[in-house]
């Protein structure tokens, strides 16, 4: 196995688990959250800002950086990690997303698929062996094979199909691997029919891939789709081995799946919502461009000890934004990547401590007052 | 004297000059270059960004701060330190440059300048005593009076008629001062015409000013008028008051003004070419978005420490900037920035040092080789 994974605990009252994946850039604490960093960059943030708030492990992204800059320069400087200054971890995706919900003028066939590149218009074939000939050259830690993604609305026929190719796709990733220092990940698709993912999970854990990621999720599902099928799918996945759930989610998500068992996650939310001037906050979602926000001199969070929250006040990052000046959706940014990474910190610290089913409910509660107004169930994932 | 300016060294060879100003947010040592954050910010960059570059002092601006935020809000948080989160000097402009190059819809009498605000447009009345209230709120360490700016190509009767009009302004914005700890510096005007110049310098330095700027230029002046009416200008000033030259300039700019005598200088060029991608270098520009930047794994200065510098490459930068990435502006803005305040330390020491005449035209020498491709004469300055 290329990447050892050592579980360190298991939430008595759950199904979460606290690990430590390492890899050659150093370690990832699970339950991780991956911060985006689609086009070698985090928008606005560089290195020592990511360090800065607790980052350890970022997220690439293959479809946008084989368009731009283009494979031969990782190639000529040896990777991402030196061309973007960052030592920590890398996982890539591998485009499969990307065909899927970005490209125009795409035909998917078993080959791959073939797309036109937004950057110069040239026609490009992305296949499982291209997908991971340039993860290679790219130098992640963690490579993803390329999978056939579709929306979760998908009837049972089409999403058995996806999925079948999806499967005959991994292998022919698992074979085109040339670099057995980076880790290489199999995803489970199959949408929201039960027998499906079974049958994937099936399939997928039976061949030598280093991790396994629950894909096709926040595709057009539901928030109780999301939650079934992730708990489902997680309980299929080997004890021994990372369990990713790609692209999910909000704070209440990622609870849901830790207490399922999931280790890794990876969402653009944090860094979205700050350039749209939204925060996370102990009390709830701030929106700073309302005009509440400019005349309170409070910090965004009064819990929070982020650099932001400990220097500039609602009103000054009102102003900010009001202004379109760009240290507004940079100080949300840092504010709402520590938010995240603080939420991952103290789950990691509950499943130590063996309380992360009542950590989680607090948690989940406490989010669902302060955006609902009202106390709620938290559904049946404690209960499970 | 509410300023207290301690000369430390003049330069055998030149008239530059090292000195410290005391204000109650720091020392600022001159010459000394203003970091601007016209809006209370710096553009991309937070408090912490700019202490790592060495900046010690800020220059906000009035015109733009009494339209957004507006001055209650400074009035509430007591002022542009707190909320900003910036805890050395600043200095605030009056506002009347950007009444001159800013304001459609403006009418200037004698009692202030009427203006429609692009915020809300709203009709506004800035007034010398309006000018000196908002900076009073605004709480910098050094307001400026509120001027008459006019083109440099204006006839001397023009130049004579806006010249008197700020020496009025001038007596009724220090009448208006209201809070003895704010410094007030007033603005020598006079446009091209020596014989105006020396009026305005002699008017002036007459009444109890704590520093004295040299306004109206880079507004349509040739580099040699503007040289030339600097060296002029700064001769007249008194030697134990801060000198003040607005507006400029270009790394050859402050070396040429810091022989006349200058003590403090302010410029958007360092921020704002690097919104464009263009990095001052010590071998000349570099402009990033360029093909051969994009084939660049060399830093933009391999002589440069900035963490720009030291992390990335002009390859990485080139992506930035071609993806349209916030973080390319702000890593060209950090180094920028480290270069401007780099000239300036290294200028301070060659006058402790008594070497600022040969400093001066050896970077002289080097940046017009670079950016000429040959060596030229640099003019009077060195031998005057």
Known sequence: MALPFTLRAVDPGSRARRGVIETAHGAIDTPAFMTVGTRATVTGLDPRDLASVGAQVLLGNTYHLMLRPGVEVFRRVGGIHRFMGWSGP????SGGYQIFSLSSDRTISERGARFRSYVDQRVHLLSPEKSIEMQTAIGSDVMMVLDVCIDSTSDEAHTRAAMERTHRWALRSLAARTNDAQALFAIVQGGVFPALRRESASFLTGHGF????????????????????????????PADRPRYLMGVGTPPDLLQ?????????????????????TAFTSTGRVKVTRAD????????????DCATCTTSSRAYLHHLFKCGEPLGPRLLSLHNLHHYLTLMRDARSAIEAG??????????????????????????????
Chains 1, 2 share one sequence.
């Open 257 to 277: 799946a830790m207490l399922a068992g999931v280790d890794m996650f990876d969402c653009i939310l944090p860094t979205h919502l700050a350039w749209q001037g």
């Open 90 to 93: 890398v996982l890539t995706d």
């Open 293 to 304: 926000s400019g005349r309170s001199d409070t910090p965004l969070d009064a819990r929070c």
């Open 210 to 237: 280093d991790g396994f990621a629950i894909g096709g999720l926040a595709v057009g599902d539901t928030r109780t789709e999301r939650e079934d099928v992730t708990h489902f799918s997680a309980e299929l996945l």
């Open 355 to 384: 309380s992360f089913a009542s950590f989680a409910r607090a948690k989940l509660d406490e989010i669902d007052r302060h955006e609902h107004g009202a106390t709620k169930g938290i559904g049946k994932a404690v209960a499970s």
